[in-house]
């Protein structure tokens, strides 16, 4: 089981950066493939990006040039480094975390969810 906890968010004008972290304080961490997803009032829970336990990634094409997802095994944490921010990036940011291989830009798919971190950009 991961217990998740994400750090990070706050408030940045557009074209500013942001760095996510997402510690896990369990024992398996190298084992789960990690994601990132983003909610809006009133909307549904987006996917963002996922790296695999290999280190493969995948992005959502709105974020594709702009964000990357990078994850050290050793410190049991994922990151995502968020630039050129754009005001429709504004969400509270969850990290998840899933056993699974494939279809992981479906919330459904993951086993375990962070509190979330709210990322706000002005412009």
Avoid: H
Avoid at 58 to 72: A, C, E, P, W
Wanted: one cysteine or more; hydrophobic letters at 30%.
């Amino acid at each position: 089981q991961v217990q998740l906890v994400e750090s990070g968010g706050g408030l940045v004008q557009a074209g500013g950066s942001l760095r996510l972290s997402c510690a896990d304080s369990g024992r398996t961490f190298s084992s789960y493939a990690m994601g990132w997803f983003r909610q809006c009032p009133g909307k549904d829970r987006e996917f963002v990006a996922v790296i695999r336990s290999g280190g493969i990634t995948t992005y959502t094409d709105s974020v594709k040039g702009r964000f990357t997802i990078s994850r050290d095994n050793a410190k049991n944490t994922v990151y995502l480094q968020m630039n050129s921010l754009k005001p429709e990036d504004t969400a509270i940011y969850y990290c998840a975390a899933s056993l699974r291989w494939t279809n992981l830009r479906a919330t459904g798919s993951y086993d375990s969810w962070g509190q979330g971190t709210q990322v706000t950009v002005s412009s």
